[in-house]
Every structure is written in structure tokens, then in C-alpha cells.
């Protein structure tokens, strides 16, 4: 699709297990973004890449958060040992280069039991 | 330090009603970005627009329409005859571009319900 993709849509996970989620960015697009949506802390930005370097990861909350990005292309965000507050919309966003719109995907809704 | 304010947390109109939706920002950067984004209730971010900070002519784009005033750190956003297919909530953000890092800003969002 033309579109940025994320996969799984929805993830229902028990706490302390780990879990991973995939953004596919739209092509060609060199700049990458993850965000986090949960009630009452809006949206959060937890990382920025620019191709396959991750020049800013200030906002991933704790070091059980990380992201890699390979080919330029796909990314994944991985927590391990997962906590119920870590429950939250993940959003991936991509923009042509910094400085340009960015486009979101649907999210995946991380749900953690 | 940077920050958005949206103080209108929900606005609920009538169909064919304008509506306007108030953004404010801080920022110390003289460059930076100011955009919109529709948030349906699918939950896919949906952009809108992207204005440039030298940038300060009005814009409107259908039944949208974008008030950016530099001199009081605004840039607010106008429905004119809403629908009800407008429902949704709608966030206002402003970069924030480092040396080696990017990334955007977001306004707690603003929640419009345009009832039939």
C-alpha cells in the first residue's frame, strides 16, 4: 500500500512477557518517528530515526524499550518484560526527510494483562 | 522549552455551525513548523496541513481554513459550515529540530462532535 503500515493491529499480551511491533514506513521516506498514545499523556514521542540511525531515543520510557531500523525501511519496537503501563496506541510515523509532513500509520493497540 | 496548548479540551456544534479551534504554542527556535492533524474514530492521524514559521499568509483549503499570528504564538483552525463527518479529535503540533534529532510537538488534542 501507499501508506505507512503497522502490524499487529491489536496485541493482548501478559504482563512480563515480550512483544513486537512493526511499522512498515512508506517508501522512499528516510525519516522515521514512534509515538505513543495513552489516556491522559496525549501523544508522546518516543524515537527518531533518520535512515537507519537513531540520532534521538529520549523519549523511550525506560531501557526495556528499543527500536532498530533496517534497510532504511522496516522498523521494530520491541519491550521486553512488558508492564501493564505500557499499555498505550503505538503510532508510527514517516516523512520524507525531517521538516516535511508526516504521515501515520493506523497504530497497534498494545494491551498488556 | 517547547509546548502546545490547545485549551479547548471538547467542542460540541450543530451541523453547518463554524467552529473554530484554538492552538498556541512556545517555542525558542525562529524556524519551525506548525501542522494540523485529524484523528477519526478509526485512530489513524490523518495530516492536514504543515505551515512554514516565515509563513504567516492565511490559508484555506475547502471548508477548512488556518489563522497563523506570529505576535500571539497562534495558529488556529476553522471549520466553516461543519459536518458531521468532522467529528473527531484534532491536534495542533509544532516541531522541534535539534542538531541531529526531529520531532513534533503535540497539543493535548481538541475532541469536535458536530451533531445532526
Known amino acids: 500500500g501507499a501508506g505507512v503500515s503497522q502490524s499487529p493491529s491489536n496485541k493482548v499480551t501478559e504482563k512480563g512477557k515480550d512483544v513486537e511491533l512493526r511499522c512498515d514506513p512508506i517508501s522512499g521516506h528516510t525519516a522515521l518517528y514512534w509515538y505513543r498514545q495513552s489516556l491522559g499523556q496525549g501523544l508522546e514521542f518516543l524515537i527518531y530515526f533518520q535512515g537507519n540511525s537513531a540520532p534521538d531515543k529520549s523519549g523511550l520510557p525506560s531501557d526495556r524499550f528499543s527500536a532498530e531500523r533496517t534497510g532504511g525501511s522496516v522498523s521494530t519496537l520491541t519491550i521486553q518484560r512488558t508492564q501493564q503501563e505500557d499499555s498505550a496506541v503505538y503510532l508510527c510515523?514517516?516523512?520524507?526527510?525531517?521538516?516535511?509532513?508526516?504521515?501515520f500509520g493506523q497504530g497497534t493497540r498494545l494491551t498488556v494483562v | 522549552a517547547q509546548k502546545v496548548t490547545q485549551a479547548q479540551t471538547e467542542i460540541s456544534v450543530v451541523e453547518k455551525e463554524d467552529v473554530t479551534l484554538d492552538c498556541v504554542y512556545e517555542t525558542r527556535d525562529t524556524t519551525y513548523y506548525l501542522f494540523w492533524y485529524k484523528q477519526p474514530p478509526s485512530g489513524e492521524l490523518v495530516f492536514l496541513i504543515r505551515?512554514?514559521?516565515?509563513?504567516?499568509q492565511n490559508e484555506i483549503s475547502g471548508r477548512y481554513s488556518w489563522n497563523f499570528q506570529k505576535s500571539t504564538s497562534s495558529f488556529n483552525f476553522t471549520i466553516t459550515a461543519s459536518q458531521v463527518v468532522d467529528s473527531a479529535v484534532y491536534f495542533c503540533a509544532l516541531s522541534e529540530a535539534l542538531d541531529s534529532s526531529y520531532k513534533l510537538i503535540f497539543g493535548s488534542g481538541t475532541r469536535l462532535l458536530v451533531r445532526p
Open positions: 505551515r512554514n514559521s516565515f509563513d504567516e
Open positions: 510515523a514517516s516523512s520524507f526527510v525531517r521538516d516535511t509532513e508526516a504521515f
